[in-house]
């Protein structure tokens, strides 16, 4: 089985500053692994993914995101927040080992608040 | 390029109505097609999948069905609702083979059942 956590509900940075949001993942196989974010009442807009190779991926806004294995990790990370960052975002998780379908699970979201 | 739409986008129904709410994908042949349920603007649930026409996969028991009458158009329906069926349903899209990358979302439908 697949699963995704989010431990964070709600992240809170300043205008400029870094933003980190965390997520872990659980597979009994390989990962595939991406960041979504919603803004209200509209659907998912894909960010990044990690497929395979280099572990640090970048993706769109500039956002970034590490695949770290060891700690079966894939934090999102921008190195400057913008007030316009203020979103739901959510990781998600596919076992290549185990799923032919493309099913993706998702974490619980965070929620996003940037301050000016 | 491709784009996905769903339809309605917001929907007001009494409880023991039925449902039908629609997604059609342009500009791809055989994609894989997905429902997904956001429940009180967090989680998202799998509903069901679909790889081809006719094709359903059901991920949880529920109250609702899907149906993939051609193959780009993907609809998810009840017969009664109940109040539990209330939230943000949306409609993804994946190409086919292998379907290793990313899923591509719909603007979503908001369902209240009153």
């Known amino acids: 089985a697949q699963s995704v956590a989010q431990p964070e509900d709600q992240v809170n940075v300043a205008e400029g500053n870094p933003l980190t949001v965390k997520c872990t993942y659980s597979?009994?196989?390989?990962?595939?692994l991406f960041w979504y974010v919603q803004y209200p009442n509209r659907g998912l807009q894909f960010l990044l993914k990690?497929?395979?190779?280099?572990?640090l991926v970048k993706g769109s806004y500039g956002f970034e995101a590490e695949f770290n294995k060891s700690q079966t990790s894939f934090h999102l990370k921008k190195p400057s927040a913008l007030v316009s960052d203020s979103a739901l975002y959510f990781c998600?998780?596919?076992?290549?080992?185990?799923?032919?379908?493309?099913?993706?699970?998702f974490g619980a979201g965070t929620q996003v608040v940037v301050t000016p | 390029s491709q784009t996905i739409h769903q339809w309605p986008a917001t929907l007001v129904q009494p409880v023991g109505s039925p449902l039908s709410l629609e997604c059609t994908v342009e500009?791809?042949?055989?994609?894989?097609l997905y429902w997904y349920r956001q429940a009180a603007g967090r989680g998202l649930q799998l509903l069901f999948y679909?790889?081809?026409?006719?094709?359903i996969s059901s991920e949880v028991p529920q109250n609702l069905s899907a149906s993939r009458p051609q193959d780009r158009q993907f609809i998810l329906s009840s017969k009664k609702l109940l109040l539990s069926d209330s939230g943000f349903y949306l409609c993804?899209?994946?190409?086919?083979?292998?379907?290793?990358?990313?899923?591509?979302f719909g603007e979503g439908s908001r369902l209240t059942v009153l």
């Open positions: 679909s790889v081809g026409i006719g094709q």
């Open positions: 500009g791809t042949s055989n994609p894989n």
């Open positions: 990690y497929i395979t190779g280099d572990n």
């Open positions: 597979v009994s196989g390989n990962p595939y």
């Open positions: 998600a998780v596919r076992d290549i080992t185990t799923d032919s379908w493309g099913k993706l699970q």
């Open positions: 993804a899209w994946a190409p086919l083979p292998g379907t290793t990358g990313e899923l591509f």
